[in-house]
């Protein structure tokens, strides 16, 4: 089995500030520092180091061409990326606080651009059992999430950011969900289901809702919930001094995957990547906070 994470790839530029900018407000940063990034990049290169059979597929500008030498760097394959000539790479423009929170806002450029003819070709290398990653930084997410499923793939969603196309997609043809708790909550408002009262009861309104699928739901400094219909547990995290948090998602998600894909049961999966994302926050930067598999490894005794 392989993975096709089809996503986004971004340039990251991250400012250190004190606090978060406010309505109104001319705040000075910091520092600068220019980092690759993209859901679609992160989860890449957070399975390529898990030691998963990693493709990307998506779409830079020419301004972009660098993030392919990182991700081949790290071993991804980028035979799937199309460079593009008419739009420039999509960027975010990050804010880091002094607690190592981020706010992030995104620009789609070339990851809004994937035609349903680039889709067709990419999917054509890929089959049954194939593990497709999906997150919500491209177009043309429905079309994808049907086709892949026509042949058979094992479809994972990274609903983030979480905004209305979300509930354009076929959401009964996800086998994985990878989430946090707002994102959760609203795939369930969303279906006027009632509130929950903690975090368990979430996770168990989702299996309801999604009887076919697995949750994988983040709940931040507490760890994980693991929710299938037949069981469900917490994965505590691992507590350390977080520099910047903006992987640990991905990073998380990459590793659980991998995880999965290695024959891992869920248990030692879920508890492989909360080893890793704790890793990842005690660094800067999204794709190069994120750490090889002997060093998660080392970090548990292994």
Known sequence: MRVLCFGSLNIDYTYRVDHFVRKGETLSSESLQVFSGGKGLNQSIALAKAGAPTYLAGAVGEDGLFLLDIL???????????????????????????????????YGGANQA????????????FGEGDFLILQNEINEL??????????????????????????????????????????????????????????????????????????????????????????????????????????????????????????????????LAARAASIAVTRPGAAPSIPERKEVEAAAGK
Request: charged share 25%; hydrophobic share 40%.
């Open 114 to 125: 994937i035609t349903r003819a680039q889709i067709d070709e990419v999917l054509e290398k």
């Open 142 to 271: 429905p079309y994808l999430v049907t086709r892949a499923h026509e042949r058979g793939m094992k479809i994972v969603l990274n609903p983030s950011p979480m905004d209305e196309k979300i509930f354009a997609l076929p959401l009964d043809l996800v086998d994985y969900f990878l989430l946090n708790e707002t994102e959760g909550s609203e795939l369930l408002k969303h279906d006027g289901r009632p509130e929950w009262g903690n975090m368990d009861e979430l996770a168990g309104g989702l299996t309801a809702r999604f009887p076919g699928a697995t949750i994988v739901l983040t709940i931040g400094s507490n760890g994980a919930i693991f929710a299938d219909g037949k069981k469900q547990f917490l994965q505590p995290s691992f507590p350390v001094k977080a520099v910047d948090t903006t992987a640990a998602g991905d990073t998380f998600s990459g590793y659980f995957i991998a995880g999965i894909l290695g024959g891992m049961a869920e248990e030692p999966a879920m508890e």
């Open 72 to 106: 081949k760097k790290a071993g991804v394959d980028t035979s799937c990326v199309q460079v593009r000539s008419d739009v420039r790479t999509g960027n975010a423009i990050i804010q880091n606080d002094k607690e190592g929170d981020n706010c992030i806002l995104l």
